[in-house]
């Protein structure tokens, strides 16, 4: 898109795009707590954007799509680490699901039912599920108990994301690793083992998967962070 002057419409270009901002930003949304809100994601995201359209260079070999998305989400992380979205009581709520089911699957020789969880940590069963709310900003790919050094202070995306050392992809690529995942996803409950599926394999967002599922996007969350706690659990050993 060019201006009448035969220079790149920024305005046009950014307007062209903006839909990949939010697109990344929901799907971005289901993996962060409550407290973050989509309008700020996107509003950081479309910076983000801007800035690709002024780095941008075809000459690089990558599509334009390709590199935005990059520096959309590394503008969305960015914000998230300067303001450590994750919470020391949600770290804490986290620990205490992993802990419950842990105990319980050594109890039960079997994946606990949600309300077993509940009981097992002296909650009711709506509490319980407030709870699954309020950490579902703890993901899989951080796998923090296996990262050396780990501790309660400085960012937790600092330690997690931006460390190549600690880069989550480099861990899946572990032949072990990899099929002890497998595993771990197969031996989840059904519906939890959807939610996986259609949210890392088919890259529906929170609204797209409720409406499969016929539940609400908070429902989504809470069985989204309580699959991410059962894998958790079960990888502590790799």
Not at 19 to 31: S, T
Not at 82 to 95: A, I, L, P, V
Not at 152 to 174: E, K, Q
Request: proline residues 3%; hydrophobic residues 40%.
């Amino acid at each position: 898109m060019y201006t009448a002057h035969g220079q790149l419409d920024r305005d046009a270009l950014i307007r062209q795009h903006a839909p990949l901002v939010r697109r990344i930003a929901q799907h971005m949304i289901a993996k962060l707590p409550p407290n973050v809100e989509l309008d700020d994601l996107i509003q950081v995201g479309m910076i983000g954007l801007a800035d690709a359209l002024s780095r941008y260079e075809a000459s690089q070999g990558v599509q334009f799509e390709t590199f935005a998305g990059q520096r959309i989400r590394g503008a969305m992380l960015d914000e998230l680490r300067e303001n450590d979205w994750m919470s020391r009581s949600s770290r804490k709520g986290q620990k205490d699901i992993e802990n419950a089911i842990h105990r319980l699957e050594q109890q039960l020789g079997r994946a606990p039912k949600e309300s077993e969880i509940a009981q097992s940590m002296d909650l009711a069963l709506d509490e319980y599920q407030s709870l699954l709310s309020k950490v579902r900003g703890t993901q899989l790919v951080y796998l923090e108990d296996i990262t050396p050094g780990d501790d309660d202070n400085g960012s937790f995306l600092d330690r997690h994301v931006a460390d190549a050392d600690a880069d989550p992809f480099s861990l899946l690529r572990d032949d072990r690793m990899r099929t002890a995942l497998v595993q771990a996803i197969d031996s989840l409950p059904e519906r939890e083992k959807y939610v996986m599926g259609m949210y890392y394999e088919h890259d529906m967002n929170l609204k797209e998967i409720a409406a499969v599922l016929e539940v609400t996007e908070s429902r989504v969350c809470q069985l989204h962070s309580q699959a991410i706690a059962r894998l958790r659990t079960k990888m502590r050993a790799h």
